[in-house]
């Protein structure tokens, strides 16, 4: 079984800061997915990613498969960011151990 | 922008009953997910299905769950004799490719067992 952590478990910021969200497991895997879930309850996958570094828009994540750790990085945060912000290590057609996440709050 | 849709949005059922979720995924999409999320907790893979057989289950995907893709647009979970503690949130969710490629989830569908 995968243990998942993820730092820190709540987080406030104010609009226009740099926010980092970690995530460390304890199994090899071959991907990560990071998502984002909404207060409503929907999910949004932000990120699969195996190495390296993917960018989309102000949102960085970032993977080191050989220390177990990922990051998940908002630039110029603002209030529509405020979700849960989940890690998901596995792989594509493989189990995904999911975080229990990682409450972000932005105020304007 | 092409979605996932699930049916339905709520479902309530006594226990000891089937119930049959139903997800269709994104029309090319090849490789098909579901997860659950029992309320205040963290959402937990259920099963993969890709080439109309499973890929991978967890523990929890025990011998009362099944999955089907009976029509090539529908893909449903089935749950046979429903416990109370089947109550959660279900999402499906859909990719295209094998690869580093993102999930499309659905809505959700919101199952209560009394």
């Known amino acids: 079984k995968n243990e998942v952590e993820q730092s820190p478990q709540n987080l406030t910021a104010q609009e226009g800061e740099f926010i980092t969200i970690n995530c460390s497991y304890s199994?090899?895997?071959?991907?990560l997915h990071w998502l984002q879930q909404h207060p409503g309850g929907g999910i949004v996958s932000l990120f699969m990613?195996?190495?390296g570094k993917k960018k989309h828009g102000r949102l960085i994540a970032t993977i080191n498969i050989q220390e177990k750790h990922s990051s998940l990085h908002i630039t110029a945060s603002h209030p529509r960011d405020s979700a849960v912000y989940i890690c998901?290590?596995?792989?594509?057609?493989?189990?995904?151990?999911f975080g229990t996440g990682t409450s972000l709050t932005v105020i304007p | 922008e092409p979605e996932v849709t699930q049916t339905p949005s709520h479902q309530v059922t006594q226990m000891g009953q089937e119930v049959i979720l139903r997800c269709v995924p994104i029309?090319?999409?090849?490789?098909f997910y579901w997860y659950r999320q029992i309320l205040g907790q963290k959402v937990e893979f259920l099963v993969s299905?890709?080439?109309?057989?499973?890929?991978?289950k967890s523990e929890i995907f025990d011998d009362q769950f099944s999955v089907e893709r009976p029509d090539g647009s529908n893909f449903t979970l089935k749950i046979r004799s429903t416990k109370l503690e089947d109550s959660a949130m279900y999402f499906c969710?859909?990719?295209?490719?094998?690869?580093?490629?993102?999930?499309?989830f659905g809505p959700g569908t919101r199952l209560l067992v009394l």
């Open positions: 969710a859909s990719h295209r490719t094998s690869g580093e490629e993102t999930q499309y």
């Open positions: 199994v090899g895997i071959s991907a």
């Open positions: 998901a290590p596995g792989g594509f057609g493989n189990q995904f151990y």
């Open positions: 990613l195996s190495s």
């Open positions: 299905f890709y080439n109309n057989e499973i890929s991978e």
């Open positions: 029309s090319n999409h090849l490789y």
